[in-house]
């Protein structure tokens, strides 16, 4: 009885966002009246349970989809999903080709060497911010020398 009242303290004492780490989260310039852009960045999380992103938003666009890209018939398709499973003392790698934030309506054209907020909601974990890079139109990879979050 003492030590599961003990426990349960404990349990609470844990600071839960700190297991969810957000690793080079970037995103690329837009040409002039593009509307959307992609977001991506490495989720490390370092707690003993699975956890999932599910949501994610922004004040820079008019809302922030969970997208994938799906082979259909050969060709490459964006489909949105409910969220991104995050396996426990795991990494999810959101990436070009692969699983991305799609940043819906900007509101402005993302510029190199600014960063885009993104506030990203775990149904754990819960909300956990991260300032997106922008890097170059076009480019493949996290701009270089990257704050880690
Ligand atoms: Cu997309």
């Known amino acids: 009885m003492r030590f599961a009242f003990l426990l349960s303290i404990l349990l609470v004492a844990i600071p839960v966002h700190a297991q969810m780490q957000i690793e080079k989260p970037w995103t690329r310039a837009t040409a002039p009246g593009a509307k959307v852009a992609g977001g991506y960045m490495m989720i490390r999380n370092a707690g003993a349970a699975g956890d999932k992103l599910v949501s994610a938003s922004s004040p820079a666009a008019a809302r922030v989809e969970l997208h994938v890209h799906v082979n259909d018939n050969g060709v490459m398709k964006m489909r949105e999903v409910p969220g991104y499973d995050v396996p426990a003392k795991g990494i999810f790698e959101l990436k070009p080709g692969g699983a991305h934030l799609m940043f819906m309506d900007i509101k402005q054209p993302f510029k190199e ?37």
């Open 113 to 149: 060497g600014e960063n885009v907020p993104v506030k990203l909601k775990f149904e754990k974990a819960g909300e956990v911010n991260a300032e997106f890079r922008v890097g170059g139109m076009g480019s493949g990879a996290a701009p270089a020398g990257h704050a880690k979050h």
